[in-house]
């Protein structure tokens, strides 16, 4: 059996529990990365792996972002399903060429006849403290590579869920973890594992009348602390959890602003050029009879990610998420 | 405890002796290129192999003219010839078995058409219809790859997972001088090495990455020697000499299969064309170069071996010529076909299933097609 650790389970162990389900389910499944056999991963998500499928179906590569990629796709090629696992997401970057040119292509320059099961597992997201290159938001960079599906999990159980959808994909997946929340917990509980529903689903995580908060990721828990908090202004917030990044769930998303009339785009990632514009721009387009204030964002700021000291300033808190919600051209007494 | 004392009680264990991992000497590329034509070796040379050869570099150049007269007309979009090249680019092909996999480059649709690709198909990524003409299953050939050097890793990949499933297969990937300096190459033949996988590196050295000479791409000995760094064996043919080529790659793919692990082969020939058709070699390269390499022509160097044993006559070599001529005479016409496009075929295979995203854009190019016949109707 796995190693998995008696309940409640971590998000890091709920991707490892979904990793190993998913081998064990299926033998072309395989997990390569840097430290990812004996080791078990830098934050522990492949432990055990190695040692339960031995080190051919979890391998130790060499460390080289474009190489690990690379070879995942010639095995792809061959009828594998490779799971890579990109260390840290500044960490990625070597593999893009790879990953834009051929990861996300090869389905369509073959007309269907290559397609690309993979999964890349990107840690990512601040927030824990990491020096210099260890807490990009690279999700920009993905959305705006077609080919790619682009998934983000809040919950433990969408870590298990979206994994296990991700790996069972016929197309390439970017599961983009968010660090922060590796050692949240919730009520999952890894004997029970959850349904896996296919990826392209936002959900409501807390229903609301006055505003819309749009977010994924690192910035859920952050939002619903903020719907919380928000409730001593007077405001019932709804948060929309999108969970999947590309396929981009309009339909959820433009119901949600229909309902509230008022919206606050959520993230880490820097604003300018960021998933927050498209989010915002897309609500717009849908929703604008409806709205009753511009979409508005917090984000990062635009800047290099912050040294660990300094980086509660640069990461969307509750005050500034409250902020923007006073900002929504409230008329008096509404 | 003083230092002192501290000091008498810690014995570190010593260093054990550096050794090297792998005896760097059987690695070693010869000093010279691999010969066979105008050697003795060639009296060894089987001599059907040869022929075949022959009728295959010739097929090759043949189809090379053909290919550049089409981007001349307007048929193809551009064409890195590999004129001059043949002898790699047949070797190549002809030393795989079929469950074996070839990865080219883009100027290698040659291989891929010895290998057994119908050529319209391999031409497709260079007419513009659409990028990868073929199934790559059906002939195991890779898709044409343009990145460089991109396409190594996923050799490695393929023969590693090949190997996993208990296949006895070999992947074949091809790329140029210019490609050696790529990230990707060194990932390649680091991975392949590491995981012994059943890989052969074609570096065919053709002297230039479009107008950049060797010289100013690498400070080593030879491309060959880099396999020396990897802990694999590195080998230099003569580039322009098939019956060397195909003897050094089948060695290669024969150790590879045997769980030898991969090869690094560099083959010194010579880009007697420029890099495409938009290319102009006049600005960094001299005409007498160019003619010092017609020597030591490929189809040359094979049609003086074989009618000096007399393997091959002046029919013989008519034959052969009348064969490339039907090959070109059929390419011709066929491209001169205009392809069928269908625009909405933009939008299917993106995803394995259209995202709303898609969905939506399909509709309105769809209504823009509608509109537009609409108003050719009027």
Redesign the interface.
Known sequence: MTTVAAKPATMAQAFGRALRDAMAADPSV?VLGEDVGTLGGVFRVTDGLAKEFGD?RCTD??L?E??I????????????R?VVEMQFDAFAY?GF??LI??VA???????????MPLTVRVPYGGGIGGVEHHSDSSEAYYMAT??L?VVTPATVADAYGMMRAAIA???PVVVLEPKRLYWSKDSWNPEHPTDVEPI?RAVVRRPGSSATLITYGPSVPVCMEAAEAARAEGWDLEVVDLRSL???D??TVSASVRRTGRAVVVHESGGFGGPGGEIAARVTERCFHHLEAPVLRVAGFDIPYPPPMLERHHLPGVDRILDAVARLQWEAGS | MTVMEQRDAYRPTPPPAWQPRTDPAPLLPDAEPFRVLGTDAAAKADARLLHQLYAEVVRGRRYNAQATALTKQGRLAVYPSSTGQEACEVAAALVLEERDWLFPSYRDTLAAVARGLDPVQALTLLRGDWHTGYDPREHRVAPLCTPLATQLPHAVGLAHAARLKGDDVVALAMVGDGGTSEGDFHEALNFAAVWQAPVVFLVQNNGFAISVPLAKQTAAPSLAHKAVGYGMPGRLVDGNDAAAVHEVLAEAVRHAREGGGPTLVEAITYRMEAHTNADDATRYRVDAEVDAWRDHDPILLLERELTERGLLDEEGIRAVRDDAEKMAADLRERMNQDPVLDPMDLFRDVYAEQTTQLREQAAQLRAELDAEADGADR
């Open positions: 395989h051919a590569t060499p080289a474009a190489g990629l690379g070879t995942a796709v010639g095995m792809a090629m061959y009828g594998l490779p070597p060429e790879q040119s051929h292509k090869m389905r369509n320059r073959t007309r269907g006849a290559m397609p077609p080919g599906h994909s016929d197309d392209g590309v396929p981009f309009d339909e």
